[in-house]
Every structure is written in structure tokens, then in C-alpha cells.
């Protein structure tokens, strides 16, 4: 089993339309939850960063982390063509010695106009 | 700022060759990683290192080799390359621990294994 598990997708939907993503992940140490960007063949870029639980808000962009069920989501609301892109999870622990981030797969999404 | 680059940018090479990826970055940043991404199996880490002189293995070591022998470069090495190895391999540099998740990407480099 995977550390971290991510759905492939591809997703389609139309524009306007509210997109979520979602990971899960096994390991109870990690505590910092990023999503990461990646247009085709282009290398991924920081979207969203957020600490342990809550959400975090960022325009259109909503990142969530539930620590208690290891589950974290982002949600793009008014979707554009511009956000047609691959979305990666990335997690890590808090201790010294984590400068290494757990990817997911990433998930292929697509806006239709 | 040319952030991070990557040389070259596409690769052919035959089974047993040998070839040296080359990492730049011109954030003064102290850790820098290679990773290789594969269809169906995400980003994974390669090396990593965390100052110059230093460096560090990750998930994929094998096959690989690296140096860090000045802070704004990472070189990434096939000694014997094997049809394996054909990916698509990025360098990414972070600032340090505290801003370790905020990891820069280079363009990426395309290698194919004959």
C-alpha cells in the first residue's frame, strides 16, 4: 500500500463548475499537506500549503486537511481552462530530518469551455 | 531570475551508456532534489542534498549517482544507463527546512533508454 493515494483520474468537467480533488494517506506523522501544479510538460508548482488540520482559502482555491480520517482535498470553485492541469499532493512530517516530501500520483484534470 | 534549469532538456541513449544530468539554481536556495516521474507512479525521490558537499539517498536510489560540489549545482549521473531508467527526471530546490515544502521545479529532462 502506498503512503499516499491519489485517484488518476482523468476528470472533465465544464467550465464554472466546482472541482474537488482528494488524497489519503497513511502515515499519522505527516502534519504539513501541500498541492502542487504540474501543466504538461511543464514542472510542478506550489498551489496550495497548509499545517495540520482546518482549511485554508486562496481565490478561487480551497484547501482542506482532515487529520482524523487522513484525508485532505482541494476544491477550485468557478473552474477556467486555465486550471487544466495535473494536481499532486505532497505531505510530510514535522521533525527535523523531513525535508522530504511524499507525492501522490496526481490526479489529470480537464476544463471544458 | 532563471529559477531552475535543467540540462539538457531531451535524451536518447543506448543500454550501458553513461550521461550526466546537470541542475542549476540561482536562489542561493540549500537543498536541492532529483526526482523521476513515471506514469502511474507520481514523483519520486531520487537524491537529495542538503547543503554543498552533502548528499543524501531517497526512495529510487539505484543506478544513480550525484554530487553537490557547489551550493547552485546538482549533477545526476547514469554510470550503465538500462532501459528502466527512461523517465522524465526533475531537479527542484527549496530554501531549507522551514521552507522545504516549497520546492522550485526545473523544466525536466526527457531521457529515453534504447
Given at each position: 500500500?502506498?503512503?499516499?493515494?491519489?485517484?488518476?483520474?482523468?476528470?472533465?468537467v465544464?467550465?464554472?463548475?466546482?472541482?474537488?480533488?482528494?488524497?489519503?494517506?497513511?502515515?499519522?506523522?505527516?502534519?504539513?499537506?501541500?498541492?502542487?501544479?504540474q501543466?504538461?510538460r511543464?514542472?510542478?508548482?506550489?498551489?496550495?500549503y497548509t499545517?495540520?488540520?482546518?482549511?485554508?482559502?486562496?481565490?478561487?482555491?480551497?484547501?482542506?486537511?482532515?487529520?482524523?480520517?487522513?484525508?485532505?482535498?482541494?476544491?477550485?470553485?468557478?473552474?477556467?481552462?486555465s486550471?487544466?492541469?495535473?494536481?499532486?499532493c505532497?505531505?510530510?512530517?514535522?521533525?527535523?530530518?523531513?525535508?522530504?516530501?511524499?507525492?501522490g500520483?496526481?490526479?489529470?484534470?480537464?476544463?471544458?469551455? | 531570475?532563471?529559477?531552475?534549469?535543467?540540462?539538457?532538456?531531451?535524451?536518447?541513449?543506448?543500454?550501458?551508456?553513461?550521461?550526466?544530468?546537470?541542475?542549476?539554481?540561482?536562489?542561493?536556495?540549500?537543498?536541492?532534489?532529483?526526482?523521476?516521474?513515471?506514469?502511474?507512479?507520481?514523483?519520486?525521490?531520487?537524491?537529495y542534498s542538503?547543503?554543498?558537499?552533502?548528499?543524501?539517498?531517497?526512495?529510487?536510489?539505484?543506478?544513480?549517482?550525484?554530487?553537490?560540489?557547489?551550493?547552485?549545482?546538482?549533477?545526476?549521473?547514469?554510470?550503465?544507463?538500462?532501459?528502466?531508467?527512461?523517465?522524465?527526471?526533475f531537479?527542484?530546490?527549496s530554501p531549507?527546512?522551514?521552507g522545504?515544502?516549497?520546492?522550485?521545479?526545473?523544466p525536466?529532462?526527457?531521457?529515453?533508454?534504447?
Open positions: 500500500q502506498k503512503e499516499v493515494e491519489q485517484d488518476p483520474g482523468p476528470l472533465s465544464p467550465e464554472g463548475a466546482i472541482v474537488s480533488l482528494n488524497c489519503t494517506y497513511s502515515n499519522s506523522a505527516f502534519q504539513y499537506f501541500m498541492w502542487y501544479r501543466y504538461s511543464k514542472g510542478p508548482e506550489l498551489l496550495m499545517y495540520s488540520s482546518g482549511n485554508k482559502e486562496d481565490g478561487r482555491f480551497t484547501a482542506q486537511v482532515d487529520k482524523s480520517s487522513k484525508y485532505i482535498s482541494l476544491f477550485i470553485r468557478d473552474s477556467q481552462p486550471d487544466s492541469a495535473t494536481y499532486l505532497a505531505m510530510r512530517g514535522s521533525n527535523f530530518g523531513n525535508e522530504k516530501l511524499t507525492f500520483t496526481g490526479t489529470r484534470l480537464t476544463i471544458i469551455p | 531570475n532563471a529559477g531552475v534549469t535543467q540540462t539538457p532538456k531531451f535524451r536518447v541513449l543506448k543500454t550501458g551508456q553513461s550521461m550526466t544530468l546537470l541542475c542549476a539554481q540561482d536562489m542561493n536556495h540549500e537543498y536541492m532534489y532529483w526526482y523521476r516521474q513515471d506514469p502511474g507512479m507520481g514523483l519520486r525521490l531520487i537524491h542538503v547543503g554543498e558537499g552533502t548528499t543524501a539517498k531517497g526512495e529510487v536510489p539505484d543506478g544513480y549517482n550525484v554530487s553537490r560540489l557547489k551550493k547552485q549545482n546538482f549533477l545526476l549521473g547514469l554510470e550503465s544507463a538500462a532501459p528502466s531508467q527512461t523517465s522524465v527526471y531537479c527542484a530546490s531549507g527546512l522551514a522545504a515544502d516549497t520546492q522550485y521545479f526545473g525536466g529532462t526527457r531521457l529515453t533508454v534504447l
